[in-house]
């Protein structure tokens, strides 16, 4: 309710009287009512300089007493009682999911895509609710059906129609990822000029492999069965495809068949690789360079494994003539990054069709730089092996395959049951601390070496352009920590796709999120957020 100063021309002259609004519960709608008699205009002027002015004050005044004196009256029956299963408290921060959910038309795309199909629930509606408890409660699919209740949204579904669905998404999984990629490139605009490609896997809490969940090398050192999943994410960071391998198939085998369906379904035109030594081998630099029909040539940055190479390059990068600080002056000291760089031509040997070896010679920009804080963790992290490696030799019982991870390195003679993952203690093979490898291993502290294709482009920029891959490893750890991408808890592969591509969908989303916002916000930050964001019915 408010009140009003009210003024109305008479016979008399200017009359003024003060009114009151309120609702009318019954009519439903706003009314006024009379509240005071003020008089006449030319009466009030014997009283007042500028009765309308005086007037319209005293009106204001009391709607602030009418603000700061408002009571509400409720009536509370204390003898009414709550269902059991009754709750007033949603969560609704998952709104802001559902803007970006619908700003992808991701709604259209599964509404189309089940169009045609016998079943009766709706897919959308399931991938609406796998999306958000993805971001905002990952957990089970099973848990995020018992959970839809948290949501103020409604989900008309049973839980036999979020198993069958699976199957489905698996099927439209691709389709998925191509659709997204061409509404990102609508509305936010997509770089793939750049592409960015790593390679994780996720285990299964399982004692048996199968077809597809393999024994492989787990990036933790579990000894579960395990899938591969590669990753390709554009220059801005947003994910662009992800394809699943078996478990046993090497990080370095999974980039060609990536890189190939991200070629013919997207068309980035030429592209400039960039990924980590896992995918560094000789094939996949012989296959972008046009080697395997592919006669575009793409460009690649690769990280390059010192402890691996030659000699001659390691005196090379040992050698600190050439080396210069970012603005180009001779380094001191105690600087904490120089760099250096050479064109060189380097012998690959790559794999032919009947399985032999090629020898083939490349052209290449072998970039190599320190860095201090590089230094730092190399060393804590050799130091820590090296103590786990000494405690290993003390006491081998207490330790096996998984505990021993990366320490074993640094012993001699160290042997696995293949069955029990236990350490094999055989008479005359004494496990003995390999010193002079610790000693080797400590020399190139802080070094990293780079190998590219472009050869005419600055040191600078390629270390620039790899550093970016840290973006696409933070992908990865945004699946595993925050969006719980393993362990998964379904069998089939069409299940396993299906949980990969929800995912996926939840990443976009969250790095969506990110760029809106200028990349302010850590995605556990905008979780924590959206997980406080509550409304009651």
Not at 156 to 178: I, P
Not at 273 to 297: P, W, Y
Not at 336 to 364: A, P, Q, W
Request: proline fraction near 3%; charge should be positive; aromatic fraction near 12%.
């Amino acid at each position: 309710m408010a009140f009003r100063l009210d003024i109305s021309e008479r016979k008399k002259g200017t009359y003024l009287k003060i009114e009151k609004k309120y609702w009318d519960k019954e009519k439903k709608q706003a009314r006024t009512k009379h509240h005071e008699t003020l008089g006449y205009l030319h009466d009030l002027q014997n009283q007042y300089p500028d009765p309308i002015a005086h007037f319209k004050q005293v009106v204001e005044q009391m709607n602030i007493e009418e603000k700061e004196n408002r009571l509400i009256n409720m009536t509370i029956d204390m003898n009414e009682e709550l269902p059991q299963d009754s709750r007033m408290r949603y969560n609704f921060g998952y709104a802001v999911i559902l803007k970006i959910y619908y700003q992808l038309e991701l709604n259209r795309f599964f509404n189309n895509k089940a169009r045609h199909e016998l079943f009766q629930y709706n897919t959308n509606s399931i991938m609406t609710l796998f999306t958000i408890s993805r971001i905002l409660k990952p957990s089970s699919i099973r848990r995020a059906f018992l959970n839809k209740g948290d949501f103020f949204e409604r989900f008309d579904f049973e839980l036999h129609d979020v198993y069958r669905s699976l199957s489905h998404f698996a099927e439209v999984g691709l389709e998925c990822q191509k659709f997204i990629s061409d509404m990102i490139v609508k509305k936010y605009g997509r770089n793939t000029k750049l592409m960015y490609f790593d390679v994780t896997n996720f285990y299964f809490e399982i004692d048996q492999a199968d077809d597809f969940r393999k024994f492989g090398k787990n990036k933790e050192g579990r000894s579960d069965p395990i899938v591969q999943m590669a990753l390709a994410m554009d220059a801005d960071g947003i994910p662009l495809y992800y394809k699943l391998f078996p478990g046993n198939v090497h990080d370095s085998k999974t980039f060609i068949p990536a890189f190939k369906d991200v070629c013919v379904k997207f068309n980035p035109g030429r592209v400039i690789a960039v990924a980590d030594m896992g995918c560094t081998s000789a094939d996949n630099i012989f296959f972008l360079k046009g080697g395997d029909r592919d006669k575009r040539h793409h460009g690649y940055v690769f990280s390059y494994s010192i402890h691996k190479s030659t000699k001659d390059f390691k005196k090379y990068v040992l050698d600190e003539s050439g080396y210069t600080d970012l603005d180009g002056n001779t380094p001191a000291e105690d600087c904490d990054f120089k760099f250096k760089s050479r064109i060189d031509v380097r012998e690959i040997h790559v794999t032919m069709e009947n399985g032999c070896k090629k020898k083939y010679l490349i052209d290449e920009k072998q970039v190599v730089y320190w860095s201090g804080k590089y230094a730092r963790k190399a060393k804590a992290e050799r130091e820590e092996a090296i103590s786990r490696a000494k405690a290993i030799i003390e006491n081998p019982s207490k330790y096996n395959k998984t505990t021993a991870h990366k320490a074993q390195s640094y012993i001699k003679n160290i042997k696995f049951d293949k069955e029990t993952g236990e350490i094999i203690e055989k008479e005359g093979e004494k496990l003995i601390f390999d010193s002079e490898k610790a000693k080797e291993d400590a020399k190139y502290d802080g070094y990293y070496c780079l190998i590219s294709s472009e050869l005419n482009m600055p040191a600078t920029r390629i270390i620039e352009i790899y550093r970016g891959l840290s973006e696409i490893e933070d992908n990865f750890k945004v699946s595993k920590s925050d969006l719980d991408l393993r362990p998964v808890f379904v069998s089939k592969k069409d299940h396993i796709n299906a949980h990969a591509l929800i995912c996926f969908i939840a990443l976009v989303i969250i790095r969506l999120m990110q760029k809106e916002t200028k990349y302010m916000f850590t995605p556990e930050q905008i979780i924590t957020c959206l997980n406080n964001i509550s409304c009651s019915h």
